[in-house]
Each structure stands twice: as structure tokens, then as C-alpha cells.
């Protein structure tokens, strides 16, 4: 591959917006540039794109700050937009279009094959093999789930939003983008071994399905996050994730320890914590926000969790 022949210049920036800034090379675009695929990327732009082509094989991480759009890979297709971040795995690359050609505020890591597999040496590795042979690079064959995901919920979605974040304050260029990139893929391996582990429980006799049980309960989980304010009905969130009752009650209770009435009030009562001790709100107050009509039930509940009224949480 090339690189775009609308590269503007080499040097350091804080305004990303009309232009495509690479943080590795340092160097900035008009347009969307192609990419080296042994070469790795951290690129930050706020740009009108109406759709653009990824033909390599790399690894890539996505996360959208603003603006919306639909991402197209092996014959698979998902609609992607403001807050989420997605991992797409190594294949013969993806598109991303968008009809109305609207801004977009995007932070995008693109990694190297190499960069790839010396992380996962690194990751299965003994002390000794990675003393004798360091520079060693071994195929992962444990891909990736490659769902649109909530950056709020989970580890590797807050270091993303961070980073872009800090993207643009002026002490930024004094940051490695190799150690970013680094951290970012050690977050990102560590919730995958954790969400394998957890599709594993799931009573199935394929993996694969194991996996596609595991990204429904997922759509579950934010959905229940997302509407945490609200009344959330076990058809809702039946619905949701194209589970019946009865296989969404067992798989969720098998993954999360809970069955979802108990994770909701669970969540609610975690909250209210949360706003008591930041002192957002009053207690009558944080009852309303988490649906709670009556005021005694709701102190009934939380003194149930935690041992203490809500009054004790606040000065």
C-alpha cells in the first residue's frame, strides 16, 4: 500500500478538525490516508466522511466521540455511533460509509501484524521463553468479539475515551504512542480472555454459539445500563437481544451471577451509593432518577445492600 499524496506536513497538532493526524509518525492529511500494514497508527480526525476503504489485514480499534455511521466487514454490517468503540480483527479489511457525510470525531488505532503478535507471545509466554527469546511472534488464533460496545462500561472503551480526551491538550506529544497503543491492547485481551471465560458457562455444545449467546447478553447489559432511570421489563429486554424468557433468564444468571430483575435492582442500589457520596443529589432526589416511586421502599432497599440508610452516605 501507499500512503494518500495529500499529506500537509510533519509537526505536532491540537486541532483535528478538516484534517487526519497520525500520532505515530507525527504527520497530518487532507484526506483519509491508506495504510502500511507493518506499520502501526493512532489517527484522530473530525472530519465530514461519506465512506471510506480499508483493504488491509490489520487490526483495528474504533472509537466514535461523535457521529454516526455503519461499518461493513465479512459480510457482516453494524450501525456505529456516538460513545462506542469496536474491535475488528484481522481479515481483508472493512468499509464505513455514510450517506449523509456528517462530522464524525474519531480515534482509530490500526496495529501492525508484528506489534499483534509479540503481544500475544508476551501474553502466553514463561519468564524464561520470554528471556531467551524476546523478540519472538506467535499467531493468536482467539479473535477478537466484534461488537459496536458502550466506552462507559467497560475498561478498555475508558482508556480510549481518555485518550482522545487528552488528545488535544498540548502535553499529549510528550506521550509514547507505542505505550498507548500497548496499554489499549493489553486492556482490550484482558476483557476478551474474560468474555471467553464467561461464554464458556453458557450451556451450549457449539463454541460458536457459546460466543453469539454471549453477544446478545451483552446488548442486554447496556441496555440495562443505558436505562437504568427507567422501568426496564423482562420483555424489553427479551426483545433486545432476540432471547426468549426462559434461554435470556438461565444464560444471564449463568454469566453474571444474577438473573436480570437481580442485576437491575443491584445496579440501582450501586448507583445511589454513587450519588450520595458525590452529594449530586438529594435522597428523595436520587430515589426519583432510579425509578423509585416510594421513598421508604427505596431506603428499604439500599439499607438492605449496604447495612446503612441512605442518610449515612451523605453529610
Wanted: with cysteine.
Amino acid at each position: 500500500m501507499k500512503y494518500a499524496t495529500n499529506l500537509i506536513n510533519k509537526r505536532s497538532i491540537t486541532n483535528y478538525r478538516d484534517k487526519y493526524y497520525d500520532h505515530f509518525s507525527s504527520e497530518e492529511y487532507e484526506k483519509a490516508p491508506n495504510f502500511f500494514q507493518d506499520k502501526n497508527y493512532m489517527m484522530r480526525h473530525v472530519t465530514p466522511l461519506d465512506n471510506y476503504v480499508f483493504d488491509g489485514n490489520s487490526l483495528t480499534i474504533i472509537f466514535f466521540k461523535e457521529g454516526f455511521g455503519e461499518l461493513q466487514w465479512k459480510h457482516k454490517s453494524t450501525k456505529i455511533g456516538h460513545n462506542k468503540f469496536i474491535v475488528i480483527n484481522p481479515s481483508i479489511g472493512w468499509e464505513y460509509t455514510n450517506e449523509k457525510r456528517q462530522y464524525i470525531d474519531v480515534l482509530s488505532l490500526v496495529i501492525s501484524n508484528e506489534f499483534r503478535k509479540q503481544l500475544n507471545f508476551y501474553n502466553n509466554a514463561t519468564v524464561d521463553q520470554l528471556l531467551d527469546t524476546p523478540f519472538h511472534q506467535i499467531e493468536d488464533h482467539s479473535f477478537f468479539m466484534e461488537n459496536p460496545l458502550n466506552a462507559d462500561y467497560y475498561s478498555s472503551g475508558k482508556l480510549l475515551k481518555a485518550i482522545h480526551q487528552h488528545s488535544a491538550d498540548d502535553e499529549f506529544k510528550l506521550l509514547s504512542p507505542e505505550e498507548l497503543a500497548i496499554e489499549v491492547l493489553q486492556r482490550i485481551s484482558e476483557e476478551q480472555i474474560k468474555a471467553y471465560t464467561y461464554a464458556s458457562r453458557i450451556e451450549a455444545k457449539k463454541k460458536n454459539t457459546q460466543i453469539e449467546i454471549y453477544r446478545r447478553l451483552l446488548i442486554v447489559y447496556e441496555y440495562i445500563h443505558d436505562n437504568i432511570a427507567n422501568p426496564i421489563s423482562f420483555q424489553e429486554l427479551s426483545l433486545e437481544s432476540s432471547l426468549s424468557k426462559y434461554h435470556l433468564y438461565e444464560s444471564f444468571k449463568t454469566v453474571y451471577g444474577k438473573t436480570p430483575h437481580q442485576y437491575i435492582n443491584c445496579l440501582k442500589v450501586t448507583k445511589a451509593k454513587e450519588y450520595l457520596q458525590k452529594e449530586m443529589f438529594s435522597i428523595s432526589e436520587v430515589a426519583d432518577l432510579l425509578g423509585y416511586s416510594d421513598l421508604s421502599v427505596f431506603s428499604k432497599v439500599f439499607k438492605k445492600v449496604y447495612g446503612k440508610p441512605p442518610s449515612y452516605y451523605q453529610k
